[in-house]
């Protein structure tokens, strides 16, 4: 066992954590297992539900003891009298597609960076520690697509041999180029980390950033544009047509079950004094990665159905075939690694899925 591991949480640093977008499949999680691990903290909530089924888990959160607060990260007076030792920044509009089309992109650009650069007021203010999730898709979309790989008949396979910096067969590290278009969702949310870091820098904040590639579990309330897994199993389960968009089925991602990623967290919540305004990737690598076509057997094993599944020739701008997330620097550091499997996801979703099938079939389909 990674020695790291030893240092104990019986002592918290701190006693009072804002989570924003704390309603949403990330905010929600960290909320519930912050308060179960200490219920004497104080875990506040704040989320506008723009999110379709955010709304279900207010009623969650209340009833593990953590307060929700409807508020929009937008407006800076939803932070006013903010008297937190962590925030644990978690809102977004997290689509890769979000503003594509020029409609609605005001939204993504306030609230993703607009929204992060207000927490970061507030804790300058505070002087809170702040943790921000960041996504994989900082990472330029021309280089992530220039990346060699390999075809094989369900997959897209990394080769030994790669030309770019920060990948390897392990998949993508941090020091991957991030100069590039990278969609609005990416580029706002890599505006973010830098002022993440900016703040940290100026006025001594503990900051730290995690890159997250696909996260995945029960509560994730997919949709067509996010939240892959979620939906790919709800469709199984409800009987629902589904396509895949470019590469014939065989794009792969990293995947990391939710549990996964909160492990980590409470590892990391333990080394806050090493808040130094460091980024790392977080996410799971090939061992833990499934691509379209393998999810589909993984759905029809575990949901017990088949469906009908389309094939559309278009590539969309952002779609890249892999992306797999390399987290030697992490796992160096906190003896982290990704412990669920592929298939416990799955499980886990159509568990949660079949447990509450009439109550999600409006959020899910
Ligand atoms: N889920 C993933 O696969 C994934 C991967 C990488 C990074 N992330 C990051 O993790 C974070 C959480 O993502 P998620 O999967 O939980 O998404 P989510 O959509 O489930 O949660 C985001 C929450 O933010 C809320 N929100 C949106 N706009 C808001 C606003 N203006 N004011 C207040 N609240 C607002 C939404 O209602 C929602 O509840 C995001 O920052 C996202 O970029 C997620």
Redesign the pocket.
Known sequence: MNLRHCKTMSQEPFKRVLI??G?????SSIALRLKHDFPDCEVVC??????KG?ELNVPRLSAAGVSFVR????NREAFDGARYELII??????SVMAGVDGIRVDYVV??NLG?TLNVLEAARRCSAAVMF????RVYAVNALRAMRMRETDRRFELSDIQEQAGVTVLGVDESFDVDGAKTLYGAT?YASEVMVREYGAQFGLRVAVNR?????GPW??GRVD??IIGLWVAAHIYGKRLKYIGYNGKQVRGILHIDDLCDLLLLQLAHMDEWDGRVRNVGGGREVSVSLLELTELCRTVAGRTIEIGYDDAVRPGDVPLYLSDTRKIRGELGWLPTRPAETIVEDVVKWIMDNKEKFRGVLT
Do not use: W, Y
Request: charged share 20%; glycine share 14%; aromatic share 2%.
């Open positions: 924003t977008g309603a949403g499949f990330v905010g704040v989320d506008n539900l723009h999110r955010s508020a929009d990260v937008r920044d978690a809102a977004a509009e997290p306030d609230t929204g999730l960041s996504t994989s949310k997250c590639g696909v996260i995945a994730q309330m996010q939240g």
